[in-house]
């Protein structure tokens, strides 16, 4: 079985600043990673995904994310925050199970709070 | 542009009253899903269809039905049986059941108990 952990629900930060949103996963197979953005009363978009090579894996809007199996995490981060950068931020795991259909597993989500 | 179109943004459902939530998709895949989405709970997958006229309960199918008689459609039909219907429901469909494929949202649906 396979499960996402975001341990943050809010994570509030000033305009400028650095930002990390942190994610860890379980899983006993090899897995495929995704960052995704939920602005208000909108559907989700995918930001960024890490499928295999380079574990740095960068996204639209300056994000990017970082790939450590060791540690089981996919922290995302950004250098400096925007205003614009407000939204809820979903961490999602799929593996690579053999036969399986895909069936994805979302963390409960970090509301990303930026204060002008 | 390509994309998923769910509708109505706003559904009210009166009590012992079914209810179908439109999803749309013109991107040509394959695979499309059913989510609910809670405060605080992230998404539950209610359904999920990888072919034309196949489609499979997910983790909370109770009170649901799905249909997918046409490749660019699968309705969600939210029945009387449901008693607790007051979520945000996504609709989200991904090339293929691949297992490394992004899927792609709709902007949901909002329903609730009048």
């Known amino acids: 079985a396979q499960s996402v952990t975001q341990l943050d629900s809010q994570v509030p930060v000033f305009e400028e600043a650095p930002v990390e949103l942190r994610c860890n996963y379980s899983?006993?197979?090899?897995?495929?990673l995704f960052w995704y953005v939920q602005y208000p009363n909108q559907g989700l978009q995918l930001l960024l995904k890490?499928?295999?090579?380079?574990?740095l894996v960068k996204g639209i809007n300056g994000f990017e994310a970082e790939f450590n199996k060791s540690q089981t995490s996919f922290h995302l981060r950004k250098p400096s925050v925007h205003i614009s950068d407000t939204a809820e931020y979903f961490c999602a795991v799929n593996s690579a199970a053999s036969g399986g259909y895909q069936k994805v597993t979302f963390g409960t989500g970090t509301k990303l709070q930026v204060i002008p | 542009d390509g994309g998923i179109t769910q509708s109505p943004k706003y559904l009210f459902r009166k009590e012992g009253q079914n209810v179908t939530l439109s999803c749309e998709q013109n991107l040509n895949h394959d695979a499309m899903y059913w989510y609910r989405q809670d405060p605080g709970q992230g998404l539950r997958l209610i359904y999920y269809?990888?072919?034309?006229?196949?489609?499979q309960k997910g983790d909370i199918a109770e009170g649901y039905s799905v249909s997918r008689e046409k490749k660019e459609s699968f309705p969600l039909t939210v029945t009387s049986a449901q008693k607790n219907p007051t979520a945000f429901y996504l609709c989200?469909?991904?090339?293929?059941?691949?297992?490394?494929?992004?899927?792609?949202f709709g902007d949901g649906t909002r329903l609730s108990i009048l």
């Open positions: 890490y499928l295999s090579g380079s574990t």
């Open positions: 269809s990888q072919i034309v006229n196949d489609f």
């Open positions: 899983s006993s197979v090899s897995v495929y």
């Open positions: 989200a469909s991904s090339m293929d059941r691949a297992s490394n494929q992004p899927q792609h």
